[in-house]
């Protein structure tokens, strides 16, 4: 049955055998499939991630904070192959129940800490450590904002434009389309919102451009779906020169690699700056 006739049934039922770049591991349960502990290194911060968007949110952001001397987030980040479905392990459900990377353990803390989802870790290490989130309640304010703009606006990007134009193993004109059209709606947005300021929540540096950069930044940047051109990025000028300061910033360059398993530039694991110094960072 084409897409164009289907009728749903008045029970959906988990057809295992669908295709789709992503069949072998979704599913629509929760909790482990198998039994691994996870491993633990030697700092107190321990990421369990892939350098996807999300990923990368929290690898730039420990090193941003590195950066700025901030010792106590230094990190081991240690591989998690979604596609081999190393999220399903008891070991990563321990540290986020919903099977979704990235996750942190703080064993600064006693009992050490979990946290999970993207955005709540940008938030609890920039509220730790005191940096990248503005102190004065109108700056914090719009900082969070964005934030949680962020949060609420890429999956439309990911789990609706991407997958239909880039993932999906049959190409629907109307999908791609809607999603298009949000897509574009959200680069206006940014745009907009970008003419008048040099970072997205003002003139500070904040953790909602790092969100943002992730996933928005990457489209801009060519790196994101192949799809620049289709939707033609290059049109939105301001949102495109905070793209190119975003990108150029050292912190920026080794936080979008780590984790990486793919592409000219990668890190698969990181335990120490050193890890960089081959890679010229």
């Known amino acids: 049955m084409s897409e164009h006739n289907y009728q749903p049934p008045k029970v959906w039922t988990w057809n295992k055998t669908e295709a789709g770049q992503f069949s072998s591991i979704n599913r629509p349960v929760s909790g482990p499939t198998h039994e691994k502990t996870l491993p633990v290194g030697k700092h107190p911060l321990q990421l369990y991630s892939l350098g996807t968007p999300n990923g990368q949110k929290v690898t730039i952001l420990l090193e941003e904070l590195l950066a700025l001397g901030i010792s106590g987030a230094e990190y081991d980040a240690h591989l998690i192959r979604i596609g081999e479905g190393d999220q399903f392990s008891s070991g990563f459900v321990e540290v986020n129940p919903n099977s979704k990377i990235p996750a942190l353990f703080d064993h600064s803390v006693t009992p050490p800490l979990r946290v999970f989802e993207s955005g709540n870790i940008l938030l609890y290490l920039a509220e730790k450590f005191g940096r990248f989130l503005p102190k004065d309640i109108a700056g914090r304010t719009e900082a969070l904002n964005w934030l949680f703009w962020l949060q609420g606006s890429a999956p439309y990007l990911g789990g609706g434009f991407g997958h239909f134009y880039h993932y999906a193993p049959v190409k629907i004109e109307y999908a791609i389309n809607r999603f298009a059209m949000e897509a574009k709606r959200q680069l206006d947005v940014l745009d907009k919102q970008l003419e008048n300021h040099r970072f997205i929540a003002?003139?500070?540096?904040?953790?909602?451009?790092?969100?943002?950069?992730?996933?928005?930044?990457?489209?801009?940047?060519?790196?994101l779906y192949e799809s620049a051109e289709f939707l033609d990025v290059a049109s939105y000028k301001h949102f495109g020169r905070?793209?190119?300061?975003?990108?150029?910033?050292?912190?920026?360059k080794r936080g979008r690699i780590v984790n990486r398993t793919w592409g000219d530039v990668q890190l698969a694991e990181r335990h120490d700056a050193s890890d960089f110094d081959d890679l010229g960072l």
């Open 202 to 223: 003002g003139d500070e540096y904040t953790i909602a451009d790092i969100a943002i950069f992730t996933w928005y930044g990457a489209l801009a940047k060519g790196g």
């Open 242 to 252: 905070w793209a190119d300061e975003v990108a150029n910033r050292p912190a920026v």
